[in-house]
């Protein structure tokens, strides 16, 4: 019972705070009382977090109100099939999605050769891609993993950093390269990355290859131009896969510039064997702090939104209801040169 309830019953408190029913535990029974959809939804959630228990999962508290929202949101959605779904095993520690649109995120990467993941900060866009093109590498799938990113906060300045390119660019890609280490063991990807199995290296240098047998993940693709993207995308070659991420609200691009990353989805939207993931702030894992700061600033950006539609509409209407006093005058004035 210590590992379904939690120490000093912390999971059980979880479980209070997230269902408006009574849970009372006495021994190794559980009794709950409350509104038949209250009750019918913590029976269910136990259920759920005893199957997590006997397939090896460790429950935390995020884990229950995890599992708890899927079962609130999504009817007939089993959290225990999506919490349990290993992805790769690495360095001790297991890769597995954390929400519904994560599992089918990783499944549509299953599915599809070109998959776009569209979200915020911290919904797991790069990392899980990461662990699919190392699973991929490890099952013989694909012969090399292709990172990159475009670097764009260098711009045309690159030349002025001090350094070499590669200490230029390095910071740019070091993202990538944590990921790795999380996932392979550290000593092997200097070999990896000098025998060209490995290949972490900005946008620029995709321009003019073909990429054959390969898992390509472009990162931060909300930083490429429209043409960028659209080169990106036709580097494309045999048995290759490829992973798009980015978040179209953090946009680094000289004002003005529009995002590849936004055009592409109405150019390619349909296609088959293309397919948009789009995450929100539910899928964040990170602090719980920074779901809560994603959805205040969308809610920022539609008060912004709606102020300038306002005032754009106020404008447009005084446009269009009269003119300026001089136009007036001159208006009349031509009406009686006219008769």
Known sequence: MVSLLGSRDELLRV????FAADIHVRGNEITVTGRPEETALVSGLF?????????????SADAVERAAAMLRKERGIRPAEVLTLDILSARGRTIRPKTLNQKRYVDAIDKNTIVFAIGPAGTGKTYLAMAKAVKALQAKEVNRIILTRPA??????????PGTLYEKIDPYLRPLYDALHDMLDPDSIPRLTAAGTIEVAPLAYMRGRTLN???IILDEAQNTSAEQMKMFLTRLGFGSRVVVTG???????PSGQISG??????????IPDIHFCRLTSHDVVRHRLVSDIVDAYERWDAVQRDAEDL?????AAGADGRRPAGQRGAARGGGKRGR
């Open 213 to 215: 047998d390969s898992f």
């Open 311 to 315: 005032a754009h509409g106020a404008g």
């Open 15 to 18: 479980i209070e705070r997230e």
């Open 47 to 59: 259920e759920e977090l005893i199957e997590l228990l006997a397939n090896g999962a460790e429950l």
């Open 261 to 270: 990353l936004r055009i592409v989805q109405d150019i390619l939207d349909g």
């Open 247 to 253: 978040d179209v609200t953090q946009v680094d691009l």
């Open 152 to 161: 764009v906060e260098a711009g045309e300045r690159l030349g002025f950093l």
